[in-house]
């Protein structure tokens, strides 16, 4: 089955420098790749995703690249702010048979002030 | 808020005890599923109910088990219980089946012990 690996599993960055996490999946089939942010105490919320037919999406501050050929993905936060400070999860699917994310054991990203 | 309710938010239960936890998915969503999130082994799929019918399981232990109903409040029942189940167990919800791109929206969740 799936395996997804997530690296680094901790990170810290000083507020307006920019923050990069990496996924590797291990199943070539996977074709979505979503993007949580877990605040304390909260569920994940939905930051980014991308689909296996595009190579990089972006969304105001956040953006996300995919290769597939290597299998990674990796999430860009430019100009980090102290709320962006949360648990990042990776995930990967092969929707079409159900939308059962495997999870990358997560990144906590700390903004520094 | 996401618009998906998990009750209850906490629950504290002895060994071998069984539990039922709730999950009412946001309005007009016709997929549920439930994700299981420790320190051991992150956040794990665990099932996945559509309309009703369950579309797939992960890793869902056969002490468990879970339903979809009629209004799509869907629950999660936990026998059996031992030490390692002790986890927050998530609910998400979905307006697809699964089979096209749709977000899935997290509860809260509820943080189970187990003592």
């Known amino acids: 089955g799936e395996n997804v690996e997530q690296h680094p599993s901790t990170l810290s960055v000083q507020e307006g420098d920019s923050a990069v996490i990496k996924c590797t999946y291990s199943?070539?089939?996977?074709?979505?790749f979503p993007w949580y942010k877990q605040e304390l105490g909260k569920g994940p919320q939905l930051i980014i995703d991308?689909?296996?037919?595009?190579g990089e999406k972006k969304d105001q501050r956040i953006a996300v690249t995919l290769n597939k050929t290597a299998k990674h993905f990796s999430l860009h936060i430019t100009e980090t702010q102290p709320e962006d400070s949360a648990v990042y999860f990776c995930a990967a699917s092969l929707i079409n048979y159900g939308q059962n994310f495997v999870f990358g054991p997560g990144t906590r990203l700390s903004v520094l002030p | 808020d996401s618009g998906v309710t998990q009750t209850p938010k906490h629950l504290i239960t002895a060994t071998g005890q069984r539990v039922t936890l709730r999950c009412s998915p946001r309005?007009?969503?016709?997929?549920v599923y439930w994700y299981q999130q420790s320190l051991d082994q992150g956040l794990q799929f665990l099932i996945h109910y559509y309309n009703g019918e369950e579309r797939a399981k992960g890793n869902i232990l056969e002490r468990f088990s879970a339903q979809q109903f009629p209004d799509l409040h869907s629950e999660l029942n936990l026998s059996s219980l031992e030490l390692g189940d002790s986890a927050l167990y998530f609910c998400a919800s979905s307006e697809g089946s699964g089979s096209s791109y749709n977000e899935q929206f997290f509860g809260p969740g509820t943080r189970l012990t187990v003592l």
């Open positions: 991308i689909r296996s037919n595009v």
């Open positions: 309005s007009g969503d016709l997929s």
């Open positions: 199943d070539s089939a996977s074709n979505y």
